[in-house]
């Protein structure tokens, strides 16, 4: 069976899907999106994307295309129609279609949306994750406003990209004072040497990832503190572990930082150990 995708109020075989040429999201990147991981069909962290979703979507002026209730239904329908247990929804609300003309139109036109369903091999998952994965670190290039979840993804592509081609799986974007903001698609954290776990505040220019957030009452149930400062680059090579936090990775081992090894150059306990408990977590909260 094919994909099957939503697009603007209807599901269309994905092979067969089409937007306008003069969808403010192909020509501006006048859009948002948000990406929730899938548990036996069921959406992960719901709450905490469509709060993001409705707060990137305020912060741009766009008009939520449907009430969060309905929203639910369609993403519901798009998971059932393509038959997805263990995958990812991807959520994309561009302002709509209007002649090329930078600012708002001044005749208000819907906005578009765009919904695709993915199927994850979690088999493959747990396994990349047992062995942990490689980072780079590159300039941080992106726009003040990374706390806007948009399509305005070129920095990104380019920085994993460049991940891609060292044989890394994801880029830490370093800022001017040399400390690690976040990764491509995802939040960075350490277990530094001290023991203490640690992730950019979201006060600083980051994506407030939705994983980050659910992992954090996660640590605090099992008793733990997260000191949220800023690290270098330098600090992961001196930590005892590393990770990443995000809708597609969920908790993801790192072992090494621009190819130089992390504590032992293997999955380390702690991190092991929140994957474990964030994935019985997302799964018991899933909708
Ligand atoms: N990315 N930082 C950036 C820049 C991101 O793009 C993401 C998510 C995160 C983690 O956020 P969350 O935990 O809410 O998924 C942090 C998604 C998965 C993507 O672009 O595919």
Aim: glycine letters at 10%; aromatic letters at 6%; proline letters at 6%.
């Amino acid at each position: 069976m094919g994909r099957v995708a939503y697009v603007n109020g209807r599901f269309v075989a994905q092979r067969d899907a089409q937007v306008s040429i003069e969808d403010r999201g192909y020509q501006f990147a006048d859009a948002v999106y948000e990406v929730w991981s899938l548990f036996g069909g069921k959406l992960a962290d719901s709450e905490g994307h469509f709060a993001r979703l409705e707060r990137s979507l305020g912060e741009i002026a766009i008009p939520m295309p449907m009430s969060r209730r309905a929203l639910i239904l369609v993403l519901k329908e798009a998971v059932r129609r393509n038959r997805v247990r263990e995958g990812l929804v991807y959520l994309q609300v561009s302002r709509g279609v209007a002649p090329r003309d930078h600012p708002f139109p001044k005749t208000p036109v819907p906005p578009a949306v765009v919904i695709t369903v993915s199927a994850v091999d979690r088999a493959a998952s747990e396994a990349r994750a047992a062995k942990g994965v490689g980072v780079v670190t590159t300039p941080e290039t992106r726009w003040g406003r990374c706390d806007i979840k948009t399509v305005g993804l070129l920095p990104n592509v380019l920085a994993k990209q460049k991940a891609r081609e060292a044989g890394a799986v994801e880029a830490w974007f370093v800022d001017e004072l040399g400390f690690v903001t976040e990764g491509g698609s995802s939040n960075a954290w350490i277990v530094d040497r001290d023991g203490r776990l640690r992730t950019r505040d979201t006060n600083a220019n980051i994506l407030r990832g939705v994983t980050r957030r659910t992992l954090m009452e996660v640590i605090a149930t099992e008793g733990l503190e997260v000191d949220e400062r800023p690290f270098t680059p330098a600090d992961a090579h001196a930590a005892r572990e590393a990770f990443i936090t995000g809708a597609g990775t969920l908790v993801l081992p790192v072992v090494s930082v621009d190819g130089k090894p992390v504590g032992e150059g293997k999955p380390g306990p702690l991190a092991t150990k929140l994957r474990r408990l964030y994935i019985e977590q997302a799964k018991a909260t899933a909708i």
